[in-house]
């Protein structure tokens, strides 16, 4: 009996079993409609929505889905949760991440221990290879050469946006390097529960899951399954919508919620004034209600606005919450959750000022609330944070607008929504304030139904024809295929880029590429904007935004030109950008330098002029580099006047240095010394730092950049764990590796034999004797001849230092040692050639012609690889060529595989390789 099936059997898992997993696993008991739900998938599969109200529990349908895993394995082993709110993904990463804690902290106690959460957890551990859940967050920073998910048999909960998710659903992931488009593609697209937080918002891309959903998976696993969660299913205008029962009404906690009180008031407050009387009517309900209140803005600048006059009216006491908002600064002021609640619940902080970011899955209540007049669907979301647990007796909302609104005035919403929502509340009498608990709303709306019109008008979805299938496969070389009609609608919506501040960007793109393998943007230095908006602030100008993904382009403000330089990263490489005429693309990274301004107090506002702080050593515990240059060094230390001088000083101190280990030592010995210079809160940092192993960047060749990084020495998959690895124990690693996922995953007997072979296979081509040279000069250490030939050379050398040594090895540029090992196999082994051609992303559909010239020999034949082919194949493999029948069986098994079901197969040769050279998996 294999791990897997002994696992499952001593651990027996019912239906029975769900309100004992979910108490145990968040802390209080499931409401009907949640075990409902799980029965009713259980019986007869997922429902196209789930339409509970606000507060009612939506995001424990995460919950829901990893009981199901639990309960059998053949249930979709990710689930992509999204939603077009960067705060409430934040907000649903706490929930998932405590469903993680909670299985983890099961899965460590005693064996004897049998409780239905420790059953699940021991059963999901047993799927997912000995961790029981991934949770991952997809927020952005610098395109990295790792996949979202190393472990594709491991149960997984990603939590993102609808860019992030789409375009890595159609193989064109914003910020993902090229190479890595196939398996985003996979992992995306196969095996995979998307649950979509308000779906109404996002019926574009909705439509495009629902297209893709109907396709079958690879191998006997699932392929894509879309959830619409949603308290407003009236926009979807589908069937199969899952609903609240009889036993939810009667139950005593959600029965108070679904009937608390809220009183709201209609009130005509011109454009002109509307700031002002938003902070007034905020004032009044304060006093009032005694208890916090929130303001909800339409625009971003009108938040700015408003926040700044109740900070002025409450030092300290006003919080601004906006999705444009660098992720740095959010988690300071809102850290967790339920910490700010407490905060408001003490009177800490006595108004929070939001835009759209509160809407949806926001856990806040409030006592009172103002907010500017926007269509149903908006304002049912934002009703919804008031007395949102039905313990407040009196709560009250005021709507702030105009009967009849301009379209200027009503952006991003539609006047005539405005004006329908207007009349029909008007109509209810809240003009003269009416009760609208969530009970009483959708009595309301049932008996009086508002007008189509008062939910706005849907964005047209874009068609998904089968004509664009093999497009989508087609990644290298890449068909620009723009992904943003699949996902916000055919109607011309607004492309992200994402801005980093830096204090100490070099000069030149040669020297920040370099720059940005010493120190990559991590995810919490960056703030995702309209590309128009961008572009306009490089200007000079200035555009107002609303806090929604895939707007239309707004008005400009002009303004003075900017002065500096600023670089654009698309994970292939690095581009001056001219501020004159600024030339970005779609998921772009875009580095700037601190001087220009464009946040205040972390949030976007292109006026702001002031110098941006650096956080790029803030993104977590132990920083993954340390800058050690002046313009850093100027925040870092209690006396920034000193920085040069300290600069100076490590530098006299290096340049007696021989070699690395003792240019390392020597800086260790001087910050030791130095500690005391820092100020109080970067000491922890440098101490944590400089309790691991780093090196010291740059070292050797000199470069533009004024100052040093030191960075944690980590194993890199690219090159392995820091040791040469023989090429026979790399390949065994990787057949086990992928035997592993497959057993995991409950494919047949019969479809692993081709990922083994590929796995023996993949790296045959590394025999070439020029690339065996240049990895001996390459190898951090001296290499035993018997680990010859090399699969890695285990180097920790710059890109720059790898280059010099490939021409002295004498290794062609641009060459594809997996091209060369998949020549051979087209004939006889039709997949195992795709997959070996394809494992570093290459040639799909067509590989580049080899730069070598005809006539050199590679040794392909290995003694433990059971290899089929002749003992040498051809350097210069021709397979770009039509005759070579290479792209015939491309398009072959695209045609019997799918576009998803091709990469899943990549993803799964991949992902091993990936694992066997160092990566945690």
Do not use: C
Request: hydrophobic share 40%; aromatic share 8%; proline share 9%.
């Amino acid at each position: 009996m294999e791990a897997l099936e002994r696992a499952f059997a001593e651990n027996p898992l019912t239906l029975e079993d769900f309100p004992g997993f979910f108490l145990e696993a968040t802390g209080h008991e499931p409401y009907p409609w949640q075990e409902a739900l799980l029965r009713r998938v259980v019986r007869e599969g997922w429902p196209e929505a789930v339409a509970v109200p606000t507060g009612a529990g939506k995001t424990m349908v995460l919950a829901v889905a990893l009981f199901l895993m639990a309960l059998d394995p053949k249930a979709h082993r990710r689930v992509v949760y999204v939603v077009n709110r960067r705060l409430v993904v934040d907000q649903a990463h706490e929930v998932a991440l405590g469903l993680k804690e909670r299985l983890e902290e099961a899965l460590a106690r005693p064996s004897g221990e049998a409780t239905p959460l420790v059953r699940a957890a021991r059963r999901l551990a047993a799927l997912g290879g000995g961790k029981p859940l991934e949770v991952v967050r997809l927020r952005g920073g610098v395109p990295r050469p790792r996949p979202t998910l190393q472990d594709p048999a491991r149960p997984a909960v990603v939590l993102a946006t609808v860019d992030m998710a789409g375009s890595r659903l159609l193989f064109r992931g914003y910020g993902v390097p090229r190479g890595l488009l196939p398996v985003e593609g996979a992992l995306f697209g196969t095996d995979a529960l998307y649950l979509l937080d308000e779906a109404h918002l996002e019926a574009p891309f909705l439509a495009t899951l629902e297209a893709v959903a109907g396709l079958p998976g690879p191998w006997g696993r699932p392929g894509v399954r879309a959830v619409a969660l949603t308290a407003t299913p009236e926009g979807l205008g589908r069937g199969g919508i899952f609903r609240l029962g009889e036993a939810d009404a009667r139950h005593p906690r959600l029965g108070r919620i679904l009937t608390a009180s809220r009183r709201v008031w209609l009130r005509e407050s011109p454009s002109r004034r509307r700031g002002k009387d938003l902070v007034a009517h905020a004032l009044r309900l304060g006093e009032e209600l005694g208890g916090p209140v929130a303001v909800v803005a339409n625009r971003v600048g009108r938040a700015l606005e408003v926040y700044r006059e109740l900070g002025r009216a409450f030092p300290g006491r006003a919080l601004l919450l906006t999705g444009r908002m660098r992720p740095r600064e959010r988690d300071l002021n809102f850290a967790r959750t339920r910490a700010l609640q407490e905060r408001l619940n003490r009177g800490e902080v006595a108004f929070v000022v939001a835009t759209q970011a509160l809407e949806v899955g926001a856990d806040l209540d409030f006592a009172g609330m103002v907010t500017e007049l926007a269509d149903l669907s908006a304002l049912k979301q934002r009703l919804g944070r008031v007395n949102r647990r039905g313990q407040r007796e009196r709560a009250e909302v005021v709507v702030l607008g105009e009967r009849e609104t301009e379209a200027k005035e009503a952006r991003p919403y539609l006047p005539e929504a405005l004006q329908a929502t207007w009349a029909w509340l008007a109509g209810l009498g809240a003009e003269g304030g009416v009760d609208l608990s969530p009970e009483a709303l959708a009595q309301r709306m049932e008996a009086q139904p508002p007008p189509s019109e008062a939910f706005g008008r849907p964005r047209p979805p874009m068609p998904f024809l089968e004509a664009f299938l093999p497009l989508l496969a087609h990644t290298d070389p890449l068909v620009p295929l723009d992904p943003g009609p699949f996902l916000h609608g055919l109607e011309r919506a607004a492309p992200e880029v994402e801005v980093v501040w830096r204090a100490d960007l070099p000069e030149t793109a040669e020297e920040v590429e370099a720059y940005l393998e010493a120190a990559p943007p991590g995810p919490k230095e960056g703030v995702r904007l309209p590309l128009y908006a961008v572009r306009a602030w490089l200007q000079g100008g200035a555009a107002d935004l609303a806090d929604l993904e895939g707007q239309e382009e707004e008005a400009l403000r002009p303004g003075p030109p900017r002065e500096g330089k600023a670089f654009r990263f698309d994970g292939e490489g690095v581009e001056e950008v001219s501020l004159r005429d600024p030339r970005l693309r779609p998921g772009d990274l875009l580095l700037v330098p601190a001087g220009f301004g464009g946040l205040s107090e972390g949030h976007w506002d292109p006026e702001a002029r002031e110098p941006v702080p650096d956080v790029a050593e803030w993104g977590e515990e132990r920083p993954r580099f340390l800058r050690l240059h002046p313009k850093v060094l100027a925040q870092a230390l209690e006396d920034p006047e000193g920085a040069e001088g300290f600069g100076q000083e490590l530098k006299e101190r290096l340049l007696g240095a021989e070699g690395r280990r003792e240019a390392r030592e020597e800086v260790r010995r001087f910050l030791e010394e130095r500690l005391s210079d820092f100020r109080a809160e970067w000491r922890p940092l440098v101490q944590a730092f400089l309790e691991g192993p780093f090196e010291v960047w740059p070292w050797g060749e000199g470069w533009g950049y004024g100052g040093y990084v030191l960075r944690l020495r980590q194993e890199n998959p690219l090159y392995g764990s820091g040791r040469p690895e023989a090429l026979e124990a790399h390949s065994r690693k990787v057949a086990e590796a992928v035997e592993d996922f497959a057993r995991r995953l409950g494919l047949d007997p019969g479809v692993r034999a081709p990922f083994r072979r590929s796995a023996l296979w993949h790296d045959l081509g590394k025999q070439d004797p020029r690339m065996q040279f240049w990895f001996l000069l390459s190898a951090g250490e001296a290499v035993d001849p018997s680990s010859r030939p090399l699969a890695k050379s285990g180097t920790r050398l710059t890109r720059k230092e790898l280059e010099r040594l490939r021409k002295e090895a004498g290794y062609p540029l641009g060459q594809r040692h997996e091209h060369v090992a998949a020549r051979p196999l087209l004939g006889s082994h039709p997949l195992e050639a795709h997959l070996v051609a394809t494992h570093h992303g290459r040639g799909r559909p067509l590989p580049a012609p080899s730069p070598d010239a005809p006539g050199f020999s590679v040794p392909l034949w290995a003694p433990w690889a059971s290899w089929p082919g002749p003992p040498y194949g051809e350097s210069a493999h021709g397979l770009e060529r039509l005759e070579s029948g290479y792209l015939e069986n491309f398009l072959g098994l695209l045609k019997g595989m799918g576009p998803w079901g091709l990469a899943y197969g990549e993803a799964l040769l991949r992902l091993a390789d990936y694992l066997a050279s160092g990566g945690e998996a």
